[in-house]
């Protein structure tokens, strides 16, 4: 399989505890974003990496959250203390290296839906 | 602040009935604009991609038009079938790579 992967799919955890999601990217695309959606909303930007440097952060992205991508392949999605408002899904999508005039296109994985009891 | 809007929020149909899906942004300094399916508690299907430079894109029963003066795009569906049945999500890119994402709309189609 050559597209996004996330785990866990789902999650299922008590308000309070830590969490930590996973995102493999498409080979060889150095470009990883990350981005949640509620219920009945559009996606909404967290955060971006470009290669192992994370160029971009939301206002979204409270003192809670931290991604890292350590190595410039797989990220990671680490969220503290969680809230009940944190349940969403939790999706990912990884672009390839512009080239020349390159359309610059996302590809999308099947996010992880966590919930927050 | 760039700001998508997506109108009407739901929409049901008979089969075979052809459809328009709105899509507004408020500026117009958009990179690309992209046009995305989402099945129920699924992750995005990249429908169609248009480019700042065009104005519109056909895949199959599908075409997708751009105004960027007048901060529109608009997704037709031809002779939709139940199978189309998702949530229509459209999207501007901005020149950081970030996509910006209207709420969607539901569609439903019914046999």
């Known amino acids: 399989d050559t597209g996004v992967s996330q785990d866990p799919r789902h999650k299922i955890t008590k308000r309070g505890q830590n969490v930590t999601f996973r995102c493999d990217p498409i080979s060889e695309h150095n470009r990883l974003y990350w981005y949640r959606q509620t219920l009945g909303q559009g996606p909404e930007f967290l955060t971006y990496f470009q290669n192992e440097a994370q160029l971009e952060k939301s206002r979204l992205l409270s003192d809670r959250f931290s991604a890292e991508r350590p190595k410039g392949s797989f990220s990671t999605l680490e969220i503290q203390r969680t809230e009940q408002g944190d349940s969403a899904m939790y999706l990912c999508a990884s672009s390839p290296p512009l080239r020349g005039r390159d359309v610059d296109e996302q590809f999308f994985g099947p996010g992880t839906r966590l919930t927050v009891l | 602040k760039q700001e998508v809007t997506q109108i009407p929020a739901a929409l049901s149909v008979p089969e075979g009935e052809n459809l328009v899906l709105n899509c507004s942004f408020t500026d117009s300094a958009i990179y690309n604009l992209q046009w995305f399916r989402q099945d129920p508690g699924k992750g995005l299907t990249s429908l169609l991609l248009?480019?700042?430079?065009?104005r519109e894109q056909t895949s199959g029963r599908l075409n997708a038009s751009l105004d960027k003066s007048s901060g529109r795009s608009t997704l037709y569906i031809a002779a939709s079938q139940p199978g189309d049945s998702a949530t229509y999500l459209c999207?501007?890119?901005?020149?950081?790579?970030?996509?910006?994402f209207g709420q969607g709309t539901t569609l439903q189609v019914k046999p």
């Open positions: 999207a501007v890119i901005s020149n950081t790579g970030k996509l910006i």
């Open positions: 248009i480019q700042s430079s065009q």
